[in-house]
């Protein structure tokens, strides 16, 4: 009697769940068709009569039917599972054909090379560290976190946004290619960027957004770097964040604006002409200032407004630049700031030397400091 009650109130439970494996076969389908597609072990009889949620493990395997190729298209909006592996050894194609067109891990997602995945918003769900992501070179589209901690086991690249807006997403000190990361909204979110080097090469803005609330970011001894060579400009919403290296290179003409008061360890614009923008009245505080322009490729610093000066600020030391074009600037912190011999103080510009070229003796002498 005591059992049968048992079983009759776990029966009556409507939330309760258990999870399973869920084995992908048959080759070229579409998620939805659990009839055809979806057994209960590697290799096994179709038709277990739903298809995975999200407590359930999904594999793709040397048994999953795609010796020759061929495509699982996600045709439900947010398909869920747990874990995700692919260890078929064998080239297909993910893809969707849904919208929204999001596949939901609430576990750890596995790929393997030769997966080609096209459209699909990876969005990392459900609570609880010691989760990975494995992308064995495979280029995504976007990738977006929303809870637990989410650990990068070997080099990511993604074609559209990395964007954090809850838990944590760790860089596990591998390079990121992605065209923008964008955390607008975060809550109780944690950035750890580790050692690698963050290429951005977007040229929709922002390229850059960390909002000032809501979100952690632990630079390391990372390096952000701009290479899009367009002449669109490009945004650096820093949030007021600590940052280890920011770079801004390739050959494109378009302007850098640096929005909010960051601090970087160094501070880096090579291959001009290019133009830096600073918000107005905000502070740039730098360990280093590596900003210097060729001979008729002059780097332009300026304020966004054109009126407002921008503070740069270094404790101490001696910052060199030459081939300058300064307006609305004011160096301070302490360090002096060495405009070079062939800058130009347009206007409105404090705290930079500014030499001038006198010869006593033999010797090059002279400097003025605005």
């Known amino acids: 009697m005591k059992l049968i009650l048992v079983l009759l109130l776990v029966l009556s439970l409507p939330n309760l769940a258990w999870s399973a494996n869920r ?59 747990h874990d995700f592996t692919c260890t078929s ?46 992308t064995a070179g495979v280029t995504q589209y976007s990738i977006y976190i929303y809870n637990g ?69 632990n630079s390391g001894t990372s390096t952000i770097k701009f290479t899009d060579a367009s002449s669109t400009g490009k945004t650096f919403n820093g949030g007021g964040k600590t940052y280890n290296n920011v770079w801004f290179t390739g050959i494109g003409t378009g302007a850098y604006t640096i929005i909010g008061s960051n601090t970087f360890n160094d501070f880096k614009v090579d291959t001009p002409p290019h133009t830096v923008k600073f918000t107005g009245a905000t502070t740039t505080t730098v360990s280093s200032f590596t900003v210097i322009g060729t001979s008729g490729n002059l780097i332009t610093i300026d304020s966004v407004d054109g009126v407002t000066q921008h503070i740069l600020s270094k404790a101490s030391g001696t910052v060199v630049c030459d081939f300058l074009n300064l307006s609305n600037s004011n160096a301070t912190g302490g360090a002096t700031w060495s405009a070079g011999h062939h800058s130009l103080d347009t206007s409105n510009n404090d705290g930079w030397l500014f030499p001038t070229i006198s010869i006593e003796g033999g010797k090059i002498t002279g400097g003025t400091l605005k």
Not at 29 to 34: C, F, H, N, Q
Not at 105 to 128: D, K, Q, V
Not at 150 to 158: N, P
Not at 166 to 189: E, K
Request: net charge negative; with cysteine; glycine share 14%.
């Open 23 to 81: 084995y992908w076969v048959g080759g070229t389908g579409s998620w939805s068709d659990a009839t055809n597609h979806w057994a209960t072990s590697s290799g096994g009889s179709p038709g277990v009569g739903n298809t995975p949620t999200y407590i359930d493990d999904v594999f793709v395997d040397s048994s999953s039917g795609f010796s020759g190729g061929g495509t699982l298209t996600l045709d439900v909006s947010n398909p869920q599972c």
């Open 89 to 134: 050894g064998h080239t297909y194609t993910i893809t969707t054909s849904a919208s929204p067109p999001d596949l939901i891990p609430y576990g750890s997602m596995t790929l393997e090379t030769g997966i080609t995945m096209t459209g699909i918003n990876l969005s990392f769900n459900g609570a609880g560290t010691g989760r990975t992501f494995t």
């Open 149 to 217: 901690t989410i650990s990068l086991q070997d080099d990511l690249t993604v074609s559209q946004y990395v964007s954090v807006y809850g838990g944590t997403f760790d860089a596990n000190n591998h390079n990121v290619t992605v065209a923008s990361v964008n955390c607008t909204s975060a809550s109780n979110a944690t950035l750890n960027m580790g050692s690698g080097t963050w290429t951005l090469t977007g040229s929709s803005n922002p390229i850059w957004y960390i909002p000032s609330s809501g979100i952690t970011v």
